[in-house]
Each structure stands twice: as C-alpha cells, then as structure tokens.
C-alpha cells in the first residue's frame, strides 16, 4: 500500500491541494509528533485527552490508567478521532486576511482495541521507550505485572485517516504587494534538550 485509501470524512475538501495520502508522508508526521489528541462521544458528552502516542506498523498506540474515562468510552465502542498536528511556521503576509501558518496535520477516525496478549503489550510498551530514547527498553526495568494490570495499552488501526500540510511563504493579492509592510515566515520547532541527569 503506497496510499492511505480515501472516504468521505477523510477526503479533504477545503484546500484539497494540502491533502496528503502518501503512506510514508503521513506516518512521519504521525512519528514525528510527540503528543496527539483523541476524541470521542459518550452519551452526547463530547470527550478529550491530549497523550503521547506511538506507531508500529499500521497500529498508533496509546497507554494511560485502566481507570481512564476515555478509555472506557472508547472501548465500549465509541470511535475516536485522532489529530495530530505539527506547528512550522507563522505566515505573516502584507494583508490581515493573508496572515497563516506553516503546518503538518493528520487525523484519523479509529476504534479503539484493548492490547490484552501479554507479549503485544509488553512488546508495545517497549516501542514507547524507543520511540523517545533508542536503546532504553534495554536499560529501564521491566513493567512489573502489577504495573501491567495498573496500564491499560489501546491500539488503533491506521486505515482510514489523510494528512493536510502547508508550506511557503505569504500569497498576497497583487495589488497589496506594493504597500509597505514587510511579510515572511517565522518558523517553529520542537526541539529537544539535553537530558538532565538524576543524581
């Protein structure tokens, strides 16, 4: 699959030229991203947790307490929906109207499956770990079964889901290019420090 297949909610409609399908694009921004967003409705109650997130394969997990209130909303059967979204740029053009930002979104419609195969969750847990220090599932101490019981791991299929993305410069109108009033991008980045040791 080279294409993430494309329905009706995941078809982009504003601005279509920012859609994005391309398998590879779109599972760098999801690895990319530190934090997701998921949603979801429970008896017309709407839902929301910011999280850290993680892919192996076609799968984006998620762990928190089995207590979770979302959790258990999701688990019940009600589907989520997953944004992404990574911040590049301000977009300052010469017109208010014009002004934007730089981005690299995703979103995705999933229901959610409770990781119970020992192997799966500890093995999933493990890609965690890695995903923000390579090499220390290896170094930390095992999730004890106590600890197991206490987490609860999701994963949710990655099957019907876009990208939307916006790079460049300002587009002004042609005649608010001669005003005087400077335009460009300022860009944004994530960037991680250097770890701070306990001692």
Known sequence: MTEYRK????RVKRLPKRAEYDVDTVNAIIDEALICHIATQLDRQSLLQPTIHWR?????????????GLFKALLEGNEACIAITHLDGIV?????????????????YSQARLVEDSDEKRHALDQLLEKFH?????????ANEIELKATSVLAFELDELSAKIRTGGPVDDAEDMKLP?????????TQLGEIELER
């Open 92 to 108: 300052f053009a010469r017109s208010a109207f014009h002004h934007s930002v730089n981005y690299r979104s995703v979103v995705i």
């Open 181 to 189: 009033v400077w335009a460009g991008v300022q860009p944004v980045t």
């Open 134 to 142: 390579r090499g220390r599932s290896a170094q930390a101490r095992p």
């Open 7 to 10: 329905t009706e909610r995941t």
């Open 56 to 68: 192996d394969g076609n799968q984006l997990y998620v762990h928190g307490s089995s207590k979770n």
